[in-house]
């Protein structure tokens, strides 16, 4: 606990002795970390921590800040008390406000702003009183929470947060339309707890929380407009709506100019007179004010290129109205974004009654035609135009720009003449809407879909569900038994129930056949009479047509399969529409499309938007192939990007890629429109890439060298650059050839991710993509222009391209990546050339510096961005420190381009940062103790030399704690007055800070700053005389670190995992697990060693398993990819199936069958020359033996992790390990990208091999790619984090929900961060008591989740868990046990039943069962749930306590006192070793056994005298009491770690006053022993917490 408390008193250093670094932080870390860093957790009011986040993520904010803040906070409270009683809202501004004219006029008064689609303008032209942009992100409608007036209608929430899939933001987008000097009114709840309102305003470009709604400053003659965020069912606007805003005029003062914007003493001024106070508080204002500009649905064309706006179906979920689909019945609401007072408009379309819909200014015509190629009634239309008053409507015209469209205006829809590409875009729509239920897209993973199983579970939507079933009845209707294969210690693991069967799925058949006919293209003279293509129908009645598409529309002609006869058939029934068509020649078509329709609008929307990027399902099952001409041409035609939908064909991607980096990000809006372009380009380049790896794998594209052998060749495909990853010019010779070049281009991309993360202006580097198929491993690089003309010598103008022999620099690089330096901790050196003159450089050698034809400064080649490992590479005549060699290290790898990972550079320079901070303080405490002549500081511990020893040392006594921190006030201070280079500082102080820099290796004598040089141990690479000091230090800085990730990474890893903080499940999570941590994957042997040595090694059981298995799995995957190296392409799916059988079946023998079997020729064709990349002999794989592949597994992980298994074959492995062998079949296919068929295998049948060829369904790519972030909507994440960590929810929730906003307008609606937000969103909801709300927020985490993760993803599992306990909540019983069950099932088989989350799972189970009294099943889950709490929370610990609490509360049901008196006994026992006797956790205990001992006594007495007496005995009447649901509850709560503490009005007043007397304290210090005190009461969930707030969420809630 020292360690923590030193660390926070020395965080206050650091933004002295560092200029913090704007948002575009460079930290890639797993995005939404389990726990925000400590720093976070710290203040209240700390949203800059993140914001300004230094090199060190915590940066505290100076006290007058704090201060200023205080104040802020305090004038805020005395506004919000000025609300209105009638409901009308006042608005909370942080300046002087009075309130203005009336509220009604105020909407009426609107003025035309200009284009919404327009990237932001220069900001700074406007007239000075108006700040145009105004739309204040704070009114955001995820924080809004409305007044019980006539607005307060729920909104049914259905798709809240639906962003546009391909574009802008949904309705959760910040307001649309850059109206000028607009006033945001927030409706404010009169539950805000008005302090909280502005503490979290720190250094801009933070945006300000969601609750300080704030006018622009508006001129007084400009009328002022309001934007208002409203539900509004589906037909009209409430009229109530338009009147109660209140408008407010601030006075125009003339804001001082935009400050840097990370300048962290921007506001350390205190200042004390009002007015000044006043400026102040303007200036925060003004830099925050620009907020987002793009209306909510509207395509950023210019943003992301012009392909989003155009996606059919797909995008129909883009404008804020296709909330609800409004084809359902009339109850259904949609949240509307209102502003600029939205309207409603008729919509008159043929053939149905007119129709109204609710639209907003900002709009544009296109997306009203999105709407209705969704609405059910209209699907079947896409070639029309809207039409007011007879003028045709520009699709992509504003709404507020088309002139008399107005409230209530008609928009006719008039059906236009086709063309091709109208007749192409109608067909492929209909069939869209033929499919949309079908899953075969998601199982063969196209066009991102994927699957999703949630409603299998839930019968359908959650909250519908919910409000109908009757509460009373529900008990009796559950039938509560699991499966058999659910119930604890089975020991089958079925894999069919992995994908239930959906009933939608058998989709009504409403066509047999819908294809284009062999007579297409029309002949000429058809052309002239207006043909445009021809389609064969075969109904499901078995008549066959033929359709001709025309310009008119579509009609019968009399054409069969073998003659043609353009003439219209009698009757024709011409119909602009197909559906029209088909639904006059078949009855079933009619009702079974129809029915079609009705049960697609009413899927959750999350079910069918397509993911960001494309996930794969390792099962599918058998599937009948159907025609589908759509599917057919696109194979064939080979559809690159678009084209149907884009002018001028393929795609520009580099200058895709980089105009949206060039994009202004100057304010927040800029910054959401730059990143939410930035994504969607970065995942369309991943998809078309991926797609061109697969083409030239397969052989599908022409090499750009083909006279050249096959594993040289290069290949350009849809402006792509595609190379193999072989080594082909002996490029990698002195770093391992072919080894080495297959590791390159991940070591690449990873550089890429980190300068991308970095984002200096200027600096370009290339989209790269790294995709693994069949084997090989194909690197995917957009092109930069020029580079194809001109040799590579002349273009590379920095760096080397021979590994360092001839090198070269250029003073505009130098520039550029100098700005990189600091974040990437790269240090400037200078290295020799050829001729042996100094060069300097700021990056490895081989990153290579190229300006291309557009005048663009290139960077690539950057896969040594980060320092060598030197674990991995042992180097002559150098010694390692003691830990390495105690390891056996140094180890000779593979290949020489072993790095250190970025978290592992981090978190060393963050560990030595600690280190100069304990030596400084410690030698000035030395100095003032000298002076004084006084013992006490000594006391204090060691001197510098022993500073490393120091971290373990514990600080208990009050004296010490103070003596360290004046000291490290005084290294503070001094830092500081060094870094200024000050005259005054005394000599030996300053020499206290040399000391400190010198013994943790820092690059400068004044500042710690601590860089490494990526040359150092690089083969080839020479050293001028001069830097010979600085390159020894250097290499001791790289030993020193590959020592610290062995002593202190390893164990902390290990340490971890027995804390049960870090609970992998699966490779995937214990790999992310270790790379938080900075730990490469090469190193799982020793982290498997390290826990076989761990003294509680029974509690590591798990991670041992995962890690064996993962070491099996990767092994064989080693393996793998050289053997399908020699397949050729027919035989693909018996040799999968071959090596998966000697992988994991039992049989001794399998044979492989040649795909010569089916296909013998008849000639015998003279050898060809082979089109194979791999050997010549294409038969070499079916002579493998599971004896081979075994022992080839068994030496693999020797000489790659040095680790030796004990097993020769599949059976002992899972019988030494204790491995399930449908475990390690997930694990292989997924880290290959096999597919199988989803039946049931059987593993241990001797007599015949377990899978054949039929068994393999499909072979996907495994992509890796560059993931753009969304930084301010992360920091808005993080600050929130940190809020509910301190227990101040309120606030907590409010930033979590302008996060959600914010990661929705760059993501859109499908991400993995925007799982991890709402289901943080929806356990805050649960502890504030809204369950409804839980329920619908963790309805969506879980689709999402299932969506974007994998059904059976480690996440999806603890996601159902969730779920089932907010369903229980909302007493919707039979539903939550389903959840549990899929959650165990699934549990089940990622792991098996061993694992510590499944105690957890089974005290859910067991708790549920008690509740509906199934008291038998109830006892199986606890009691096994007991069992694994014991083995992995060691027996004497408080959960196992709480476990034989449980399981008493069963007993005591079922009336088996003892039974229920030797558990609670146990309980009772722990709870007074661990707790003391006058703990109140005791005390229950104690009470209960009094209980249960009554309980027992008159149940003795009642048998006594039944015996006595016979029948006639007079028996007194026993409770057996059956558990409340609330009891239940209260149980679910505490074991799922949610502990909600009543608390009277006085103890919430004490509570605030001890909030207030805290942030007085020195904030730095308590925040430490608050997080530590806070970390015990998490662990054991019984501790009393003494936090702010009425229910506190255990940090569970964010893991």
């Known amino acids: 606990m020292g360690n923590s408390l030193f660390a926070n008193c ?531 009645e078995d008549r066959h047509v033929s359709i001709t598409a025309s310009t008119r529309g579509f009609y019968l002609n009399q054409s069969t399969a073998y003659n043609f006869n353009p003439k219209p058939a009698n009757p024709s029934f011409l119909s602009h529409s197909l559906v029209e068509l088909l639904n006059q020649i078949s009855p079933t078509f009619k009702k079974n499309f129809s029915a079609l329709q009705k049960k697609r609008v009413q899927r959750h929307p999350f079910e069918r938007i397509a993911t960001p990027f494309q996930v794969y399902s390792w099962t599918a099952p058998q599937a009948e192939h159907a025609m589908d001409c759509v599917r057919a041409e696109d194979a064939y035609t080979s559809r690159l990007g678009y084209e149907e939908h884009i002018p001028g064909q393929t795609r520009d991607w580099n200058e895709e890629l980089q105009t949206t980096r060039e994009l202004p990000r100057k304010n927040l809006p800029e910054r959401l429109l730059r990143e939410r372009a930035i994504f969607k380009v970065h995942s369309d380049f991943t998809a078309a890439a991926t797609r061109g790896a697969m083409a030239v794998i397969d052989g599908n594209v022409m090499a750009i060298n083909p006279s050249e052998e096959t594993k040289m060749q290069m290949f350009i495909w849809n402006n792509i650059f595609f190379s193999l990853g072989f080594d082909v010019r002996d490029h990698y010779k002195d770093f391992g050839g072919d080894v080495a070049a297959y590791v390159a281009p991940t070591n690449d991309l990873n550089g890429v991710r980190t300068y991308n993360a970095v984002d200096v202006e200027g600096l370009y580097t290339l989209g790269t993509v790294v995709v693994d198929y069949r084997g090989y491993r194909v690197t995917a690089q957009s092109i930069i222009p020029g580079i194809l003309e001109r040799e590579q010598e002349q273009s590379v103008i920095y760096g080397s391209i021979d590994f360092g022999k001839t090198v070269v620099s250029h003073p505009k690089y130098l520039e550029l990546l100098e700005k990189t330096s600091r974040p990437l901790k790269i240090q400037k050196h200078k290295v020799l050339n050829d001729k042996n003159e100094e060069v300097e450089l700021c990056s490895s050698v081989e990153c290579k510096g190229i300006i291309g034809n557009d005048g663009r400064h290139y960077i690539l080649d950057l896969l040594r961005t980060f320092p060598p490992d030197l674990n991995f590479l042992p180097v002559e005549g150098e010694e390692m420190p003691e830990e390495c060699k105690k390891m056996g290290f ?244 018996a040799a999968i199936s071959h090596f998966l059988n000697c992988f994991l079946s039992s049989f001794p023998n399998p044979i492989a069958h040649l795909p010569a079997d089916e296909l013998v020729s008849k000639k015998k064709n003279k050898k060809r020359k082979n089109r194979n990349l791999g050997n010549a002999d294409n038969t070499a794989w079916a002579s493998m033996t599971p004896q081979e592949l075994w022992k080839n597994i068994c030496s693999e992980a020797k000489n790659y992790f040095d680790f030796s298994l004990e097993c020769e074959n599949a059976d002992q492995a899972a019988e030494v390990y204790n491995l399930q062998k449908i475990t390690l079949l997930r694990e292989i296919s997924l880290k290959t990208g096999v597919q199988i068929l989803l039946k049931e295998y059987n593993f241990d049948n001797r007599h015949k091999p377990t899978f054949t060829e039929e068994d393999i369904l499909n072979i996907f790519p495994v992509v890796k790619h560059v993931n753009p972030k969304a930084s301010d909507a992360f920091h808005f994440f993080q600050s929130g984090q940190a809020k509910v960590q301190q227990g101040f929810l309120k606030e907590g929730c409010e930033l979590i929900n302008e996060a959600l906003n914010l990661f929705n307008n760059v993501y859109g609606a499908m991400h993995v961060e925007i799982c991890a937000c709402l289901r943080l969103l929806a356990r805050l909801n649960y502890i504030m008591g809204d369950y409804s709300e839980a329920l619908s927020n963790q309805q969506k985490a879980v689709l999402m989740s299932e969506r974007v993760l994998g059904i059976e993803h480690p996440n999806t599992i603890q996601e159902y868990m969730h779920l089932a306990l907010y369903c229980f909540a909302n007493s919707q019983l039979s539903t939550a046990l389903n959840l549990l069950y899929r959650a165990r099932y699934l549990m089940l088989l990622v792991f098996g039943e061993d694992h510590p989350e499944m105690a957890l799972l089974d005290n859910n189970i067991g708790l549920v069962l008690h509740g509906v009294m199934e008291y038998d099943l109830s006892l199986r889950f606890l009691e096994n749930a007991l069992a694994i709490s014991s083995k992995y929370h060691g027996s004497k610990s408080l959960k196992v306590a709480l476990s034989h609490h449980l399981v008493a509360r069963v007993y005591e049901s079922k009336a088996e006192f003892r039974s229920a008196l030797q558990h609670e006994k146990e309980g009772y026992t722990i709870y007074k070793n661990q707790l003391g006797e006058h703990h109140e956790k005791t005390k229950e205990s104690s009470e209960y056994l009094k209980y249960l001992t009554q309980q027992a006594v008159a149940l003795q007495r009642t048998m006594n005298e039944i015996y006595k007496n016979g029948s006639n005995a007079n028996i007194m009447p026993l409770k057996f009491t059956a558990p409340s649901m609330a009891s239940v509850l209260e149980q679910l709560n505490i074991i799922n770690g949610i502990l909600f503490i009543p608390l009277s009005q006085k103890d919430l007043e004490n509570l605030k006053a001890e909030v207030q007397r805290r942030q007085q304290l020195q904030e730095s210090m308590k925040s430490g022993e608050q997080l530590e005190a806070e970390d015990k009461a998490v662990e054991e969930k019984e501790a009393e917490p003494s936090m702010p707030s009425t229910a506190i969420p255990l940090t569970q809630s964010s893991a």
């Open 10 to 540: 020395c965080r206050q250093v650091t933004d002295l002795l560092f200029q913090p670094r704007s948002s575009g932080s460079p930290d890639e870390r797993s995005p939404l970390l389990p726990k925000p860093p400590t720093s976070c957790a710290v203040f209240p009011e700390m949203p800059e921590a993140a914001q300004c986040a230094g090199l060190y993520p915590d940066i505290i904010p100076s006290e007058a800040v704090t201060r200023s803040l205080q104040k802020g906070t305090e004038y805020i409270q005395d506004l919000s008390e000025t609300k209105d009683k009638e409901g009308t809202v006042t608005v909370c501004d942080k300046s002087e406000l009075r309130p203005g004219v009336g509220t009604v006029g105020l909407l009426r008064q609107t003025e035309a702003s200009h284009a919404g689609t327009v990237l932001p303008a220069d900001l700074g032209d406007r007239p000075a009183g108006l700040v145009d942009h105004a739309q204040s992100l704070e009114a955001c409608q995820s924080c809004v929470k409305l007044e019980d007036s006539g607005l307060a209608h729920r909104s049914c929430r259905l798709e809240e947060h639906v962003a546009a899939a391909g574009v802008g933001a949904g309705p959760g987008a910040p307001f649309a339309g850059q109206g000028e000097g607009q006033v945001a009114v927030l409706l404010h709840t009169a539950s805000v707890a008005p302090d909280s309102v502005l503490k979290h305003r720190g250094p801009a470009p933070c945006p300000a929380t969601p609750s300080s709604a704030l006018p622009s400053s508006v001129g007084e003659a400009q009328p002022a407009q309001s934007a208002v965020v409203l539900p509004v069912s589906s037909g009209e606007v409430s009229p109530k709506a338009r009147d109660t805003s209140a408008g407010f005029v601030t006075e125009p003062t003339a804001c001082p100019s935009i400050r840097s914007s990370c300048d962290p003493d921007s506001q350390a001024r205190i200042l004390p007179s009002k007015q000044q106070q006043q400026q102040q508080k303007k200036k925060r204002k003004k830099k925050k004010l620009p907020l987002p500009e793009h209306p909510s649905g509207v395509a950023l064309m210019n943003g992301s290129g012009p392909h989003d706006s155009l996606k059919g179906e797909k995008d129909a979920k883009q404008n804020g109205h296709e909330e609800a689909d409004p084809g359902e019945d009339g109850n259904d609401q949609e949240v509307i974004v209102i502003q600029d007072t939205g309207f409603t408009v008729k919509i008159c379309a043929p053939g149905i009654e007119p129709f109204s819909l609710q639209v907003s200014p900002q709009e544009m015509v296109q997306e009203i035609h999105q709407v209705l190629m969704d609405r059910e009634d209209t699907c079947h239309r896409t070639c029309f135009s809207l039409q007011l008053d007879g003028n045709v409507l520009d699709n992509f015209a504003e709404l507020k720009t088309i002139e008399g469209l107005q409230e209530g205006s008609l928009l006719k829809v008039v059906e236009e003449p086709y063309t091709v590409r109208e007749a192409r875009i109608h067909v492929r729509h209909i069939r869209d809407l033929l499919k949309s239920l079908d899953p075969s897209d998601a199982f063969n993973g196209v066009d991102c879909n994927s699957l999703s199983f949630l409603s299998v579970f839930t019968e359908g939507d959650l909250g519908d569900s919910g409000k109908r079933k009757k509460k009373g009845t529900e008990m009796e209707q559950i039938d509560c038994t699991p499966p058999e294969h659910i119930l604890p210690g089975s020991k089958e693991r079925p894999l069919c129930a992995l994908q239930p069967q959906n009933r939608d799925w058998k989709p009504l058949q409403c066509l047999k056949v819908l294809t284009m006919s062999g007579w297409n293209p029309p002949p000429g003279n058809r052309k002239m009479h207006g043909d445009l293509m021809y389609l064969y129908v075969i109904t499901v």
């Open 890 to 1133: 140094p180890k000779q790898h593979r290949h020489k381009l072993c790095c250190l990972r970025q978290e592992l550079v981090d978190a060393f320079v963050e560990h030595r940062y600690l280190l100069f901070m304990k030596l400084a303080a410690l030698q000035l405490m030395q100095q003032k103790a000298n002076k004084q002549e006084s013992s006490v500081a000594l006391e204090n511990g060691a001197s510098a030399e022993n500073g490393a020893a120091d971290s373990e040392r514990p600080e208990s006594d009050d004296g010490k704690i103070d003596n360290s921190v004046t000291g490290l006030d005084q290294v503070k201070e001094l830092a500081e007055t060094i870094a200024s280079d000050d005259g005054t500082v005394d000599p030996k102080s300053r020499e206290v800070i040399r000391n400190a820099c010198k013994a943790v290796g820092s690059i400068s004598d004044t500042s710690f700053d601590i860089r490494f040089n990526p040359d150092i141990f690089s083969p080839g690479v020479r050293f001028p005389e001069s830097s010979k000091e600085e390159v020894q230090d250097q290499k001791q800085l790289l030993k020193d670190a590959a020592a610290f990730l062995l002593s202190c990474q390893i164990p902390g890893l290990v340490k971890d995992c027995l804390d049960h903080t870090v609970l992998p499940m699966d490779g995937a999570t214990l790999a992310e697990a270790m790379h938080q941590r900075g730990i490469n994957m090469r190193y799982l042997g020793k982290v498997i060693n390290f826990i076989t040595k761990t003294p509680g090694r029974a509690q590591l059981d798990h991670i041992f398993k995962i890690g064996i298995s993962e070491l099996i799995t990767r092994s064989a995957k080693h393996i793998f990819k050289t053997y399908l190296q020699g397949v050729e392409l027919s035989g693909l799916s």
